[in-house]
């Protein structure tokens, strides 16, 4: 029997590299998104429209993936958006704010409450965060985006603790510089930095960087840890003099 993962924001961009590799791995995968996903998705993945802040959204794409496949071996809490405008820290306004916690922190959170009462039940299961190199490193003009990561690296701890008597291991894989839609306005800065030396490992990261350290996760073969964080930033987190 395959095993099943739900994979949020798996449309595009990292989310869809995930989907797209475990697939390829055999996995049954389903996949959330605020629009309705593209011919090629849906050939492949139980594609639920959903938006990871709504409470009723979370609830359907939980209950819909457990329709169709029965389980949920594999929860990725990958959805995330980045803010409308980039704003200096002094400016920035209350909306974006309360949007960016909603989707990148409230909306996981409670979304890995509910699966996690179902892998209870179940006996097992997996619960991967994708958060960002933002989780711990500063930048004044996206403030709120940053807050929201490290909230989700606070959330994969405290999940961690409360799983571990079921046998539930939570991580967080945290992603570097990667080539998606959401670097793709800002792809000159990038290039510069990376060519300068900003990551000891001198490229770009890609989807499938990140898809990878999840399957490895997914593969139970580390019985003896949780709250992990994975880096996946070509070395970024590396301190240099």
């Not at 400016?91 to 704010?97: A, H, I, L, R, T």
């Not at 960016?100 to 409670?110: A, H, I, K, T």
């Not at 999840?214 to 301190?239: C, K, M, R, W």
Request: hydrophobic share 40%.
């Amino acid at each position: 029997m395959s095993k099943v993962a739900l994979i949020t924001g798996g449309s595009r961009g990292i989310g869809r590299g995930i989907a797209e590799y475990l697939h390829e791995k055999g996995f049954s995968v389903a996949i959330t998104s605020r629009r309705e996903a593209d011919e090629d998705a849906q050939g492949k993945f139980l594609c639920i429209v959903a938006d990871n802040a709504s409470a009723e959204a979370r609830q359907r794409a939980v209950d819909e993936t457990l329709a169709r496949f029965g389980r949920i071996d594999i929860l990725v809490n990958n959805a995330g958006i980045a803010p409308r405008v980039r704003a200096d820290l002094l400016d920035m306004g209350e909306d974006s704010m309360h949007e960016l916690l909603d989707v990148n922190l409230v909306g996981p959170f409670f979304l890995t409450q509910l699966v996690a009462r179902h892998m209870i039940q179940q006996g097992s299961g997996t619960i991967i965060n994708i958060t960002s190199m933002s989780a711990n490193v500063v930048s004044v003009n996206r403030g709120e985006y940053c807050v929201s990561k490290a909230g989700l690296s606070m959330m994969t701890q405290l999940f961690a603790v409360r799983l571990a008597e079921y046998g539930i291991p939570v991580y967080e894989i945290r992603p570097g510089i990667i080539a998606t839609d959401m670097t793709s306005k800002v792809k000159d800065k990038y290039d510069a930095l990376i060519e300068g030396g900003i990551t000891p490992i001198k490229r770009w990261g890609y989807p499938e960087d990140i898809a990878k350290a999840v399957y490895a996760l997914s593969q139970d073969l580390l019985p003896f840890s949780t709250g992990e964080i994975i880096n996946v930033d070509g070395g970024f987190h590396l301190q240099r003099l």
